[in-house]
Structures are given as C-alpha cells and as structure tokens.
T-cell receptor, first 114, second 112 residues
Framework: GENVEQHPSTLSVQEGDSAVIKCTYS??????FPWYKQELGKRPQLIID???NVGEKKDQRIAVTLNKTAKHFSLHITETQPEDSAVYFC?????????????WGAGTKLIIKP | DSGVTQTPKHLITATGQRVTLRCSPR?????VYWYQQSLDQGLQFLIQ???????AKGNILERFSAQQFPDLHSELNLSSLELGDSALYFC???????????FGPGTRLTVT
C-alpha cells in the first residue's frame, strides 16, 4: 500500500526567506497530492493540491511541484510571513483494501523567525 | 469556514463513559472521514463512509464505532472511554474519494 514520508519534521526560517517541505510516496499509481496547513488548535485547511498530469501549480506565494519519476512532491513558500507559522501536512491518494484512501505525512512544523 | 460542522466543540467526561460526536458534511459531499489528533501528533485516520456505507477503516479501536445516516450526517461513538482517548476529533468531507477533504472545526474531548 501507499506510504508517505515527509521531511523535515521541523523547519525554522527567517521571515522573508523561502521554505521548502518535501514528501515522498511509494505507490506509482497515486495521482492526487494535497497540502494542508494547520494552525495551533485549529482545523487542517487545504491550501493547494496537484494532480499527476501536471508538474507544478502556483497560488500566490505557495507552489507545489511534482516529480512522478522520483515519486516526490514539494511545497514551496516564498517571502515567508509570521502567519505562515503552522504545521503543514502532505498527503497522497493510494489504493488500499479495494478503496482509495488519503495517506498522510507526519507533518512539518514551520517556524518563521522575525 | 469549510462548510463542515461538528458538535459539540468541547466535551469533558469521565473514564468508562460513552459519548457521541456529530458531523454534518458540506452540501453535496458524499464522503465523510473521521480523524483523531492527540496533542502535538499527526492525523490518525479512523474511518470513512461514502453515501451511507463504510468504505475504509484505519486505526479505529473496537470501542469506537461510527455511522452515516441517510441525510449524510455522521456520528462517531466512543465507549468505555480511557484517559488516552483525550484528543481532538476531526470530521472531514469530500465530494469524491479522490478529491480534497474539507475539515470541520473539531471536537475536543477530555477524559478525566
């Protein structure tokens, strides 16, 4: 079945710098890769997603890239701001036990230093 | 606001008790998912329903059960509660099993 690994577990960057979080997946048939942001005590929010028929998607300061050959996808945040501090989760759709399931990474705590 | 609602927001109960958490999905979404998140931990998938039928099970304890009703709202039942069951319980919904999930605000369960 699908397995998703996420790195790093904690990332500290200076305000204004860029942040990159990387995830690898195991099932080459996976075709949907969402990213979620969870602020302390709040719900996870879908911030961007990508399907396997494209290699990159951008939305203002955030972008996601997908390398199907290497089976990894990354979240890029540019010009980081204090409000970007949160835990970020990646996920990938896998086919397990005759059903599609979203398999989650363990999360990355992003700290933006002022 | 994701359009997914959960009640109650907070629940404090004693060990050995039983509670029911309720979730209403976004309008038009047929899939409902339940997750458990303990303090500073990741999201643990519990169970998924699609249009009233159970579709997938994760690490759900036998003391826990869920169902999805004809109006698509879902309930998660937790029984014989233990201290370790204290956590945030999230419900999410999606229009299909291969699309993004939208999360409710969660129910914070405290077992004393």
């Amino acid at each position: 079945g699908e397995n998703v690994e996420q790195h790093p577990s904690t990332l500290s960057v200076q305000e204004g710098d860029s942040a990159v979080i990387k995830c690898t997946y195991s099932d080459s048939a996976s075709n949907y890769f969402p990213w979620y942001k969870q602020e302390l005590g709040k719900r996870p929010q879908l911030i961007i997603d990508i399907r396997s028929n494209v290699g990159e998607k951008k939305d203002q300061r955030i972008a996601v890239t997908l390398n199907k050959t290497a089976k990894h996808f990354s979240l890029h945040i540019t010009e980081t701001q204090p409000e970007d501090s949160a835990v970020y989760f990646c996920a990938a759709i896998g086919f397990m036990d005759s059903n599609y399931q979203l398999i989650w990474g363990a999360g990355t705590k992003l700290i933006i230093k002022p | 606001d994701s359009g997914v609602t959960q009640t109650p927001k907070h629940l404090i109960t004693a060990t050995g008790q039983r509670v029911t958490l309720r979730c209403s999905p976004r309008s038009g979404d047929l899939s409902v998912y339940w997750y458990q998140q303990s303090l500073d931990q990741g999201l643990q998938f519990l169970i998924q329903y699609y249009n009233g039928e159970e579709r997938a099970k994760g690490n759900i304890l036998e003391r826990f059960s869920a169902q999805q009703f004809p109006d698509l709202h879902s309930e998660l039942n937790l029984s014989s509660l233990e201290l370790g069951d204290s956590a945030l319980y999230f419900c999410a919904s999606s229009v299909s099993e291969t699309s993004g999930q939208y999360f409710g605000p969660g129910t914070r369960l405290t077992v004393t």
